[in-house]
C-alpha cells in the first residue's frame, strides 16, 4: 500500500535555465538539474511543497507567497 505522500507526488522536469513549472508557476531550481526529473512533495504545513532530486531536497516551494 502507497503511503498519502507518495501518492500526492508529483514529478516534473526542470527546464532550461533550471526552471520548472508547478501549479501555474515557474520556479528556479538550478541550472545544474536542467533536463533532470524532480519530485514535488507536500509537507506537512499546508501549501508547502519540497523539491527532491534523487534522495536530496533541494528547496521547498510556499504556494501561499509563489516563492521558493
Known amino acids: ?3 498519502n505522500t507518495t501518492m500526492q507526488t508529483s514529478c516534473a522536469r ?3 535555465h533550471g526552471q520548472l513549472s508547478f501549479k501555474g ?3 528556479f531550481v538550478g541550472e ?3 533536463d533532470e526529473h524532480v519530485a514535488i512533495r507536500p509537507v506537512n504545513k499546508d501549501g508547502m ?3 527532491v532530486f534523487c534522495d536530496r531536497e533541494i528547496t521547498r516551494i510556499d504556494l501561499r507567497s509563489a516563492k521558493i
Open 1 to 3: 500500500r502507497l503511503s
Open 14 to 16: 526542470v527546464r532550461r
Open 25 to 27: 508557476h515557474d520556479y
Open 32 to 34: 545544474g538539474l536542467t
Open 49 to 51: 511543497f519540497q523539491v
